[in-house]
């Protein structure tokens, strides 16, 4: 079936550096990628979602000048934590859509983001 | 707006107990439904799904049914296995079932003992 890999799954990094988070589909061209951020004992939270070649759609309360998305290609989505500071420590999930016959959506594994 | 409501774990269950784990949504209109299961070390992977009321999914020994009148979707499964052991995680979306725009509930973790 259908892989997405994310890289890293474990980050930690001090306050005020920027970490970069990639989501690949493996096998599979996505035409488009979320990105999602779980807080503990708080439900998957949509971020923002990514069409290849066009800029991100940020949901609501999403700094898109703090997390930079790019989907350059149609395997490869980036989120960029800038200036990370404690309060986005997070679980960060990505999921890619696409599909040779029905459009499917599929999971990465998910980073967690520790920042000290 | 949208919610989902699942019930807090973790839930820890002998092999071969019976399962349930409870999910209710608030929601303009009606809304597809899903739940989505993750593996230690995996993404998440569609468990099942249903698009309309009183629709019943099913998989792996998994079920839920869509209950309009109450706005649930509770998971059971029979007869549980050590290998289930996992996060379950239910969700809705208006994507006319292409589940893509979901809304998720916070995971519900269970662990099987044998």
């Known amino acids: 079936g259908a892989v997405v890999s994310q890289h890293p799954s474990r980050v930690i990094c001090k306050s005020g550096t920027s970490v970069k988070i990639e989501c690949r589909s493996l096998d599979f061209q996505a035409t488009t990628m979320f990105w999602y951020r779980q807080f503990p004992k708080k439900s998957l939270m949509l971020m923002a979602t990514s069409n290849e070649g066009s800029k991100a759609t940020y949901e609501q309360g999403v700094e898109k000048d703090k997390f930079l998305i790019n989907h350059a290609s149609l395997t490869l989505s980036t989120l960029t934590v800038t200036s990370a500071h404690p309060e986005d420590s997070s679980f960060y999930i990505c999921?890619?859509?696409?599909?040779?016959?029905?459009?499917?959506?599929?999971f990465g594994s998910g980073t967690q983001l520790s920042v000290l | 707006g949208d919610s989902v409501t699942q019930m807090e774990g973790p839930v820890t269950l002998s092999e071969e107990a019976f399962l349930t784990i409870n999910c209710t949504y608030t929601a303009t209109g009606y809304p597809s439904l899903f739940w989505y299961v993750q593996y230690p070390g995996e993404g998440l992977q569609l468990l099942l799904k249903?698009?309309?009321?009183?629709d019943k999914g099913s998989n792996k020994g998994f079920e839920a049914t869509y209950r309009k009148e109450t706005t649930s979707f509770h998971l059971e499964k029979g007869s549980v296995q050590v290998s289930d052991s996992a996060v379950y995680f239910c969700a809705l979306s208006f994507s006319g079932g292409s589940n893509y725009k979901l809304t998720f509930g916070k995971g519900t973790l269970l662990t099987v003992n044998p």
């Open positions: 249903a698009t309309k009321a009183d």
């Open positions: 999921s890619a859509r696409g599909g040779r016959v029905t459009e499917k959506l599929f």
